[in-house]
């Protein structure tokens, strides 16, 4: 793995890093440390919740585990990430397990390219980045597809098909990884109830809030505040 990891140092378009299973940085590029910020081996040591938010670096931690537990690539994940000033820019990430001489999974490796750099792979993401940015910036109102379709300016089944071939997944799936995501900041920042928080990001009730948040984190509202606020406390570790 070192090997193949040094190559990354020569990829300034690329950000590398790895993590042991606690979500420890272990190693990263020069790539990683522009993007924080940061200088030459400032990372080593620590975690997400050094470099962001609670509510984002619990997102990493959280698409880490499933990458450790499942032991298989999780490959072109599209994310919205801040640079050391708090910009956000558009990503795609790739993520990989590591492992030891027996095959045992002991941590975790990514890499991931900016958007806007790679001109040649964003082609697809850039027919639906109009309706992502609505997405983003508008995810606690009621979206249909008919509107994001319109302001790509696809047809409903072109905006379908491009938008599944791009993210592997439906506008409708996207748009509750959002909210659910969003809930995230509430959860742990505010003592709001789940029903407050459920309308607050755009569900319609605290039931189908549940439902959708244990689609995608296992697990329910309630037990993800508990697991996140231990999380900070520890450093995520």
Request: with cysteine; hydrophobic share 40%; proline share 3%.
């Amino acid at each position: 793995m070192n090997e193949l990891a040094d190559l990354f140092t020569y990829l300034p378009m690329v950000v590398y890093w790895e993590k042991d299973r606690k979500g420890v940085f272990v190693r990263c590029n020069s790539g990683f440390e522009e993007l924080h910020g940061i200088g030459e081996g400032e990372a080593v040591g620590k975690t997400d919740f050094d470099f962001h938010a609670p509510e984002i670096a619990s997102g990493y931690r959280a698409e880490d585990e499933l990458v450790i537990a499942n032991g298989e690539v999780l490959a072109n994940q599209l994310w919205m990430v801040p640079d050391g000033l708090g910009v956000l820019h558009w990503w795609i990430s790739t993520k990989t397990p590591i492992r030891n001489a027996g095959g045992k999974v002991i941590g975790v490796a990514g890499a991931m390219y900016e958007i806007n750099s790679a001109a040649g792979i964003m082609s697809p993401y850039s027919r639906i980045e109009a309706a992502l940015r609505v997405m983003h910036e508008h995810f606690q109102e009621s979206l249909r597809s008919e509107e994001l379709a319109e302001v790509c300016h696809l047809s409903l089944s072109q905006f379908n098909r491009v938008f599944r071939s791009s993210l592997k997944q439906s506008p409708k799936a996207y748009l509750n990884r959002l909210r659910i995501n969003a809930s995230k900041k509430l959860l742990i920042e505010s003592e709001m109830p789940l029903s407050e928080i459920a309308v607050e990001v755009g569900f319609y009730d605290g039931s189908e809030f549940g439902k959708r948040f244990r689609e995608q984190e296992g697990m329910t509202p309630r037990a993800y505040r508990i697991r996140l606020q231990e999380m900070i406390e520890t450093g995520g570790r």
